[in-house]
């Protein structure tokens, strides 16, 4: 009898538990469903002063108004033939980095910083692209730079390639009836000067887009191949392909680093470390037997002494793998991005036909993908210097320039801190539950949570922020990934008003070609 009533008591219990559980969540969701920010209202909103000139209404208006003037001479539509056509892409340049990076220049400013302004913010057009690959919800710089390069989508990882071929399937990359033609062999063909500037490898993914055609980015040199079991004998790598095939072989600037790429591995490159290729191939002399009338350059002084009119082509090849981050590049050594482009302008210039050029600051995504913000700021500051660069050096009225992103990266801003809040730093003005402050920029996936050993948040007061330090992120992986959203198309220049509203990315060099009067497709030049 004792036994039986244990029994029931603890039946009893057990459902008393279970009612009080469902009663209890269902008073959280109900309270849940109440919650408004404006429950946040103290914190959101004290102890956050305005500048002193946005305080009055007129302030607002005047820049209302000026913003409207420009919008209304908008009216007036650039329907010039583009001479030439310099596409910037900042690889990994999503929306949120634009607006921090823009913020940080404010800030270096001794501003607050939002109210900062970029080079490309000034264009008069903007349009949102979707950059999904054929198979694929979020791109690689592979696939995308097939769409925004040759005006097709293709596959995650494979570059220059219908989607009729699949990863690593290098029969089917090599055979022509798959192969996709870049806006560069296009403008070649129209008798235009070519050529690309990164900060990457010069066989990574992005500027591979405008020569190669794979079924694996990684299939930079023959070394590569073999790592897959494929035999280089039958499938060409990339950088062989850069240096002797069309359109790579004509292209008149080639500037980035990844050197190592085109050596063998039995010599030492201007760096001063062997190269990769197991062949015996020396793809640089080939390239000088190709273009004797060409400059193949190495380092920031020689690049900054090439006479350009004297010139053919230039090969700049500025470290053994990817160019250093600007913040920690020896600038006696490496040249910048903005200096890569003033050359690269200035030769080709010289063609009366125009010019097609890719230039990447490719070390935006670099630094994401290690959840280094500060990084990823500093390079976008400095594709923002490039842009203003070109802009300098090139007439509106004949010159189509483009500044957009392969993909985004899922950098976020968020909190509700106060005006000029240092970008890099903690918000200043609200804690989280746990009571510690927390970092305005912060990523969703990456390597570094900041917990202890107890799996609580570390204090970030307490600890050294630099330059290069990693940002917290929510979920541990072993590297962050790309992020899927739209990412932003500014244009200026002929038919600059093409790029609005929200387009496919693979629209971005069919509209360039329109304009140029390029390519097989419809152009201006039609009538």
């Known amino acids: 009898m004792y036994k039986i009533t244990l029994i029931i008591v603890f039946v009893a219990l057990v459902i008393v538990l279970i009612l009080c559980l469902t009663l209890g969540g269902e008073q959280s969701t109900e309270q849940l469903a109440k919650y408004d920010i404006f429950d946040d209202a103290e914190s959101a909103g004290s102890n956050k002063p305005s500048p002193e000139e946005e305080k009055h209404p007129e302030f607002w208006l005047t820049l209302g108004r000026e913003e409207l003037f420009k919008s209304l001479a908008k009216q007036k539509l650039n329907v010039n033939k583009a001479k030439n056509i310099i596409l910037f892409m900042g690889d990994g340049m999503g929306l949120s980095t634009i607006t921090a990076a823009r913020i940080l220049k404010g800030q270096r400013m001794n501003h607050t910083g939002e109210e900062a302004v970029l080079s490309f913010d000034k264009f008069p057009y903007t349009a949102l692209s979707k950059t999904y690959c054929s ?59 070519t050529g690309f500037v990164t900060t990457t490898p010069v066989t990574h993914a992005s500027p591979a887009g405008v020569y190669a055609h794979t079924s694996n980015r990684l299939h930079e040199c023959d070394a ?43 010599q030492r490159d201007s760096h001063g470390n062997y190269g990769e290729r197991r062949d015996g191939k020396n793809l640089v002399s080939t ?37 250093k981050f600007n913040a920690f590049a020896d600038e006696t050594y490496q040249p910048t991005l903005s200096e890569m482009t003033k050359v690269a302008l200035q030769l080709l210039q010289r063609n009366e036909k125009g010019y097609f050029v890719f230039i990447e600051g490719g070390l935006i995504d670099s630094a994401h993908h290690d959840n280094r913000a500060g990084l990823a700021l500093e390079e976008t500051l400095e594709l923002d210097k490039a842009v203003q660069l070109a802009r300098d050096m090139t007439d509106p009225s004949d010159t189509l320039i483009l500044v957009t992103a ?7 801003l968020a909190g509700f801190p106060g005006r000029g809040t240092p970008i890099l730093g903690l918000n200043q003005h609200e804690r989280s539950l746990d009571g510690l402050k927390y970092l305005t920029l912060s990523y969703p996936l990456g390597y570094e949570q900041y917990l202890d050993k107890k799996g609580k948040r570390m204090d970030l007061e307490k600890l050294n922020w630099k330059i290069d330090s990693k940002y917290p992120s929510a979920v541990k992986v072993f590297k962050g990934p790309h992020s899927g959203e739209d990412v932003s198309v500014y244009a200026s220049g002929p038919f600059a008003h093409l790029f609005t509203g929200v387009l496919q990315q693979n629209t971005i060099p069919i509209m360039a070609a329109y304009a140029a009067c390029i390519g097989n497709g419809p152009t201006l030049c039609d009538g």
């Open 406 to 412: 392969d993909h985004s990266q899922p950098m976020t």
């Open 224 to 266: 590569d191949l073999m790592r897959y079991n494929i035999d280089p004998r039958k499938c060409m790598d990339m950088a062989q392909q850069l240096i002797t095939q069309e359109p790579g072989r004509n292209l008149n600037v080639i500037m980035g680093g990844g050197l190592g790429k085109l050596m063998p591995n039995d």
């Open 287 to 323: 390239w000088e037997a190709m273009h004797p009338q060409g400059a193949f350059v190495t380092n920031r002084e020689q690049l900054l002494k090439v006479n350009t009119s004297n010139v053919s082509h230039i090969m700049g090849i500025f470290q053994s793998k990817s160019m």
């Open 135 to 193: 198979n694929a919800q979020v791109a690689d710089s592979a696939c995308s730079a097939t769409a925004y390069l040759s005006g097709v989508k293709g596959n995650i990882i494979t570059i220059g390639v219908s989607a009729e071929v699949t990863y690593n399937n290098c029969t089917a990359s090599m055979d022509p009836a798959n192969q996709v033609s870049s806006i560069a062999a296009w403008a070649q063909r129209a008798g235009k000067s």
